[in-house]
């Protein structure tokens, strides 16, 4: 596993969060942001936050973006043909070894409330509930946050 640098070529990185969440089309709404997500928007968050990948050529990805009170974990994404081999959870856990690195007590994610496997990944890693929002225009929930004290 290695960090990148805001410097390094994110191409394949792109594509592979593209990949990986293309399931989610149809499924979730609003449509996820990875929509809109670029390369350069991936070198800023190396920049400001921490992007990891796994693999050579990549097999999976996080973004990790330090706030006040927790450490968010973003666009983790695994290929279709290396899920199921433990590579979410290692990418999970260099987050919670990065929010211990970097002093904040707890990692926090946004999950689609229509994603009920990947709340079950969570929960399987220890991380619960901890609320629930909607995108603007939306009178529902369409996001929960889930978290762990690291």
Do not use: N
């Not at 990185?13 to 990986?20: D, E, M, Q, T």
Request: net charge neutral; charged share 20%; hydrophobic share 45%.
């Amino acid at each position: 596993m290695r960090q990148l640098g805001q410097d390094d070529d994110f191409h394949e990185v792109l594509a592979l969060i593209r990949g990986a969440f293309a399931y989610m089309e149809g499924r979730i709404d609003p449509p996820s942001s990875m929509e809109r997500l670029t390369v350069a928007d991936l070198a800023r968050a190396a920049a400001t936050g921490e992007v990891w990948v796994a693999g050579d050529p990549i097999l999976g990805c996080v973004v990790l973006t330090p706030g006040a009170d927790a450490l968010h974990l973003g666009k983790l994404a695994v290929a279709e043909a290396a899920q199921g081999m433990g590579l979410g959870r290692r990418l999970v856990a260099r987050a919670e070894a990065s929010a211990r690195a970097l002093g904040l007590p707890a990692v926090q994610l946004q999950c689609r409330v229509e994603l009920t496997a990947l709340h079950g990944f969570y929960r399987g890693l220890g991380y619960a509930e901890a609320g629930r929002s909607a995108h603007p225009g939306f009178d529902r929930p369409t996001s929960v946050t889930f978290r762990k004290q690291a």
